[in-house]
């Protein structure tokens, strides 16, 4: 039997009790900051899109501070409460809390409001995580674009309270498997990006044609055959579902019922955010029957090994001398049959390609095995955390 057991079979023989939350504290509700508020210095406080963005389960500092002026007439959490969203996009992210954990107070804004209670503050947030808060919260929850709840239903949920001393029990054995749950997700993500430097490192190596014997160097628009008069965007709603992979700027966005290309093409983001941004490929192949937007160039290469050889290559390279356009980058028709790039012979590439092609697939396979495994920590913590929650329910 472990100690939190055995204060449970101590202290509460008959079980626990369960009480509304507005009967255990009270909430204040938050008003009157904006992100455009923000300094660089001042007085500390929690926009309510931080909560769910950036803290976890508590915090001891802030990212953002206010003109001490404003602050005066914002509410304020104290050490101890929590902050609590009422807004999201989302019904998951509504009624997302951080206790605050740092000296002194801080200011909250509009769309969360302040829990001041007499509870253990990391106790009541793993109670707000819990698969039984978030059963009862659902019914509150109001909106469609953008989901709501009351303060006053925040209020009507229950949790359990059991003494002070089960709290601090339950809260400090949560608080040691979420930090080596955090700390294991951070090594693996270490991990992961050594090993995407690498193949980027060995990437570029084979990339490196120093003279014209290894390589000439030609205009895209030279190797490749554009099929852009060919595309057809057409929007959400005239869209007949089906399964034929629908392709845009970065991807595939949609499955419809037709299709205009029977084949293989690489496909190159023509506008869009991410041809700076380059947190997804610019470069990626479509093949067999699809139907391509015009926020991709399509292009035909005669061979696979010319095709991935070009398609590594796109995405080994600053494209920023061919994007124009500041709010919304493009890169146009023009520049990207103007990007110089290497055709060493045919074997080269084709030597190329199978060696990129095996280190790419090293490095997708780990990214799926530590993707597998962050998941598999998170919801064991989750079935640990939700099981240190569960008591009988005293009559």
């Known amino acids: 039997m472990s100690k939190i057991e055995r204060l449970i079979a101590e202290l509460c023989p008959s079980g626990v009790e369960f009480r509304a939350l507005g009967d255990v504290g009270q909430f204040v509700r938050g ?9 660089a210095e001042g007085f500390p406080c929690i926009h309510y899109g931080q909560i769910y963005t950036y803290y976890g389960s508590s915090a001891s500092t802030t990212k953002s501070f206010v003109e001490p002026a404003l602050a005066a007439m914002l509410k304020k959490a104290a050490t101890g409460d929590l902050v609590v969203t009422t807004t999201s996009e989302n019904v998951e992210d509504v009624c997302t809390a951080v206790a605050w954990l740092g000296e002194g107070e801080i200011a909250i804004g509009g769309h969360s409001c302040v829990f001041k209670h007499t509870l253990d503050p990391m106790y009541v947030a793993y109670c707000f995580q819990t698969e039984q808060f978030e059963l009862q919260k659902r019914k509150f929850v109001t909106g469609t674009k953008v989901k709501e709840i009351k303060v006053a239903d925040i209020g009507r949920i229950r949790i359990p309270v059991p003494p002070i001393t089960i709290q601090r029990e339950i809260a400090s054995a949560l608080g040691v498997m979420e930090q080596l749950k955090t700390e294991l997700q951070a090594q693996l993500e270490v991990e992961l990006g050594c090993r995407s430097r690498q193949y980027s490192y060995y990437r570029d190596q084979l990339f490196m044609f120093r003279d ?25 709603a005239a869209r007949e579902p089906g399964e034929i992979p629908y392709y845009g700027a970065s991807g595939i966005v949609d499955y419809v019922s037709d299709f205009i290309f029977d084949g293989d093409y690489l496909l190159v983001s023509e ?10 490929p610019i470069a990626f192949t479509a093949s067999g029957k699809t139907w391509i937007n015009n926020h991709a160039h399509v292009l035909e290469l005669a061979t696979y090994a010319e095709r991935r050889f070009l398609e590594f290559y796109l995405n080994s390279i600053d494209l920023t001398p061919y994007i124009s356009g ?3 980058p493009k890169l146009n028709k023009a520049n990207l049959s103007r990007i110089p790039v290497p055709q060493p012979p045919l074997e080269e590439q084709k030597r190329i390609v199978g060696i990129l092609d095996k280190l790419e697939a090293l490095v997708n396979n780990l990214r799926i095995g530590l993707s597998a495994e962050i998941d598999l920590r998170r919801r064991q913590y989750e079935y640990y955390r939700d099981r240190l929650l569960i008591f009988k329910e005293a009559a």
């Open 31 to 39: 008003g009157g900051l904006q992100k455009k508020d923000f300094v």
């Open 212 to 236: 014209a014997e290894a390589a000439q160097w030609v205009p895209l628009g030279d190797v490749a055959i554009n099929h852009d008069s060919r595309r057809r965007p057409v929007t959400k």
């Open 271 to 280: 506008d869009g955010a991410n041809l700076l941004a380059r947190s997804t």
């Open 326 to 328: 500041a709010a919304q």
